[in-house]
């Protein structure tokens, strides 16, 4: 089955440094999903990337979606201690535009 | 809007016993789920509904069951509970708005250990 891989599985940074985390799908995605989830949380939805290459920007956080739409990279500028959590890319899982496959996630954590 | 909401927030059941966890949201969304979590696993689908009335298996559906009576609540079952079970549990509901299921939106999460 599908399978949407994500890395690093953990990274830590000293606050005001960068952050990127990387997903790779096994399969051609119609769109990719990111989700963050603060420790003791539950998922909350950052964005949907639909085009070929496409790039958004949401304040610190960058999103892009590869051009043959199988990649995706969510990258941080300047962490804050607000950014810490886990993040997870997910994409329609099963030829099926209903359900979304998850990445396993990358875990954040900031030093003050 | 209340978005989302499961019921209960946490559960300790017996190995064998049986529950139902709740989740109703208020958005009209048409596709509902449910995921469990657990450590280093990520997300995983347990079963899904594309609409009232219709439910399907996702990626661990075994020992559970769901059902669809109303457009917005969903029950998951647990018929036997066993230890395997214990994790946390999430519902998600969405919808399409032409470029295939828009973001979910999460429930706060049930908190199940199966002793």
């Known amino acids: 089955g599908q399978q949407v891989m994500q890395i690093p599985q953990y990274q830590h940074v000293q606050e005001g440094e960068d952050f990127t985390t990387y997903c790779n799908s096994s399969t051609t995605l119609s769109n990719i999903q990111w989700y963050k989830q603060r420790p003791g949380g539950h998922p909350v939805f950052l964005i949907q990337?639909?085009?070929?290459?496409e790039v958004k920007k949401q304040k610190r956080l960058t999103f892009q979606f590869g051009e043959a739409k199988k990649n995706s990279s969510l990258h941080i500028t300047a962490t804050q201690t607000t950014d810490v959590g886990t993040y997870f890319c997910a994409g329609p899982s099963g030829g099926s535009n209903y359900k979304l496959t998850f990445g396993k996630g990358t875990l954040l954590t900031v030093n003050p | 809007n209340a978005g989302v909401t499961q019921t209960p927030k946490f559960r300790v059941l017996k190995t064998g016993q049986s529950m139902t966890l709740l989740c109703a949201q208020d958005m009209n969304h048409e596709y509902m789920y449910w995921y469990r979590q657990d450590p280093g696993m990520g997300l995983r689908l347990i079963h899904y509904s594309v609409g009232e009335g219709t439910t399907a298996k996702g990626e661990v559906p075994d020992g559970y069951n769901v059902s669809r009576l109303k457009k917005q609540n969903f029950l998951l079952g647990l018929e036997s509970a066993a230890p395997s079970q214990t994790s946390v549990y999430f519902c998600?509901?969405?919808?399409?708005?032409?470029?295939?299921?828009?973001?979910?939106?999460f429930g706060s999460g049930t908190r199940l250990t199966v002793v």
């Open positions: 998600a509901s969405s919808y399409d708005r032409g470029q295939g299921i828009y973001g979910y939106t």
């Open positions: 990337l639909v085009k070929s290459g």
